[in-house]
């Protein structure tokens, strides 16, 4: 009771901060033919609590209705995505992994404990023909993690060649006794995970080094496309990280990982992922939109080593970070997901799209059961989060032409924690312009003027597929075996007017649209 008066006071005070009115102008004739690569739109799955087992993997002889045993139901959810390209094994179980353990046949595969997570048993029933197969399945591309901290060049050297080579060399003839004829497709591969920490505490200058060594090995077998090889980048706002691996590596890679986790804090608690207070939920947003300035200072150090734009920034794990669910199994960062994840996500992807001149990729993190997911599931139950409702209703940017946009608003928030009051993106794709709104305000809605740059008349303007994802209370999140509290629905409070259109947002709500 007192926390809900004190949370009801602190929205009345930010309420008053408020900046009513928003106006957005488009530029749509001053677009550059910018593309928002697919990849932007990235998953990420470890060997992590029940990301893969019980998540993705339930295994064939499953009573939970399976394909090959993979869940139907998260494979359904998945494609309804359209999942460009997928991370697997890790993060930091990467560096602990080693492939030959998890290929060939299931009852003579090594069982292992995750060290990195909880101790757990890994009995590798999930190994490369059934993360590739997947992926296969989805329609994506794989991204592999490559084990640098505890493998050797020669142990991932032959990982690429056994699932990318045709020839008859014996690593490829192991791949075809063990069921696999062709190979499979793998373009993007990366050289160890997080190296300056669970992928063995090196520095920069050290890692870079051992980039070379172990990116020399790493052959082109496929005719179509080089291997595009990837260095594990800064964690957050770790610039000489980046200033050192682009002077060091330079032409050897392909691209730079870097990681940006909004996180309270490494040590002790990041706070409850469903029960927060407004204070809380504007600082969340902050820590996340705060990913701006640290990405733009990480391109402008490649920038100025790799003025062509040659190499590529990506952001290969990304997401909220709380504390475990109560209950849960220790070391499983199992979380719920509410509408301020949601939040975190649109914001975050509004931002990406803005800088996919160097920005090509991002993973969030994880795609089932882990951390930011799309998906949790509970034997066999499963509720989609918000995160993924944002994911579906974004989905439509996915190689679309970015739009610039003039964006005059004020900010909402409370003590430093103050963010712009509304965030918005755009793109074009096949003459269909898509716009995306979002309004983090806990309490106030918000009028938002569009209009564009090519703007003649109004007339017979209209907008399609206008959706809105809110909810009752921003704490709410979708439960199994309950109606799901926060899922798009049409959305129709807007009008056609002289000027553009005028949208008035609900407090706490994610807006899309098509013009
Ligand atoms: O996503 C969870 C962990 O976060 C990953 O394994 C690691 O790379 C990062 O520290």
Same mark, same amino acid.
């Given at each position: ?11 009345? +005070? $930010? ?28 998953? +990420? ?6 990301? =893969? ?10 009573? =939970? ?21 997928? *991370? ?5 179980? /990467?560096?602990?992994?080693?492939? *030959? ?8 595969? $090594? ?42 060049? /020669?142990?991932?050297? #032959? ?12 690593? /490829? ?82 691209? =730079? ?15 409850? /992922? ?11 947003? !902050?820590?996340? &939109? ?5 990405? !733009?200072?990480? &391109? ?58 160097? =920005? ?24 989609? $989060? ?15 032409? +970015?739009?610039?946009?003039?964006? !005059? ?65 921003? #704490?709410?999140?979708?439960? +199994? ?10 959305? !129709? ?18 807006? $899309?649209?098509?013009?």
């Amino acid at each position: 009771m007192k926390r809900n008066l004190i949370i009801g006071a602190a929205l009345f +005070f $930010t309420g008053l901060l408020a900046n009513a009115q928003t106006t957005i102008t488009l530029k749509d004739k001053s677009s550059e033919g910018q593309i928002i690569p697919k990849e932007i739109y990235g998953q +990420f799955s470890e060997h992590l609590g029940s990301c =893969i087992y019980g998540g993705l993997w339930v295994g064939p002889e499953s009573d =939970i209705p399976n394909q090959d045993g993979y869940r139907l139901d998260v494979l359904n959810a998945l494609k309804e995505l359209k999942v460009p390209v997928m *991370r697997w094994p890790g993060g930091c179980f /990467a560096d602990d992994y080693h492939w *030959r353990d998890g290929v060939g046949p299931q009852e003579q595969r $090594t069982k292992i404990s995750n060290n990195n997570w909880g101790g757990t048993l890994e009995d590798n029933s999930f190994g490369t023909h059934e993360f590739l197969n997947l992926c296969e399945i989805l329609g994506c591309e794989p991204y592999i993690s490559g084990n640098v901290g505890s493998g050797t060049p /020669a142990e991932m050297a #032959q990982w690429v060649e056994y699932m990318t080579s045709d020839s008859n060399s014996t690593v /490829a003839d192991e791949r075809r006794k063990n069921g696999r004829e062709k190979p499979w497709d793998v373009k993007y591969f990366g050289v160890g995970n997080e190296a300056w920490g669970c992928g063995g505490n090196m520095t920069p200058e050290y890692y870079s080094s051992v980039f070379r060594r172990y990116a020399t090995y790493l052959r082109d077998y496929n005719p179509n496309h080089g291997l595009y090889k990837i260095a594990s980048g800064a964690s957050d706002t770790n610039y000489k990280w980046t200033q050192t691996c682009m002077d060091a590596i330079g032409k050897h890679m392909q691209a =730079i990982a870097v990681h940006y986790y909004t996180c309270q804090g490494w040590d002790g608690s990041k706070g409850s /992922a469903t029960s927060f207070t407004p204070q809380e939920y504007y600082w969340c947003l !902050k820590k996340a &939109i705060d990913i701006e300035p640290c990405v !733009k200072r990480h &391109i402008a150090i490649m920038d100025a080593v790799d003025p062509k734009g040659r190499i590529d920034l990506l952001v290969d794990e990304w997401g909220t970070w709380f504390d475990e669910e109560p209950g849960s199994t220790p070391g499983h960062l199992y979380q719920q997901n509410t509408m301020r994840d949601a939040m975190v996500a649109a914001l975050s992807l509004n931002i990406f799209h803005k800088y996919t001149r160097r =920005i090509k990729m991002t993973n969030i993190a994880q795609v089932v059961n882990v951390l930011q997911s799309m998906i949790l599931t509970k034997g066999n139950q499963m509720v989609l $989060t918000p995160t993924y409702h944002v994911y579906e209703m974004y989905k439509v940017h996915q190689d679309a032409e +970015f739009i610039p946009l003039d964006l !005059k608003t004020g900010e909402v928030g409370m003590d430093k924690s103050m963010v712009p009051a509304i965030s918005a993106t755009a793109s074009r794709k096949d003459g269909v312009v898509n716009v995306a709104l979002a309004n983090p305000s806990l309490d106030r809605k918000q009028t938002v003027l569009l209009s564009w740059e090519s703007l003649k008349s109004t007339k017979g303007v209209s907008l399609k597929n206008a959706r809105v994802l809110t909810s009752k209370n921003v #704490q709410d999140y979708n439960d +199994f075996g309950q109606e799901p509290k926060v899922a798009p629905k049409a959305f !129709k409070d807007f009008k056609v007017t002289k000027e553009g259109v005028e949208i008035v947002l609900p407090a706490c709500s994610i807006v $899309t649209f098509a013009l």
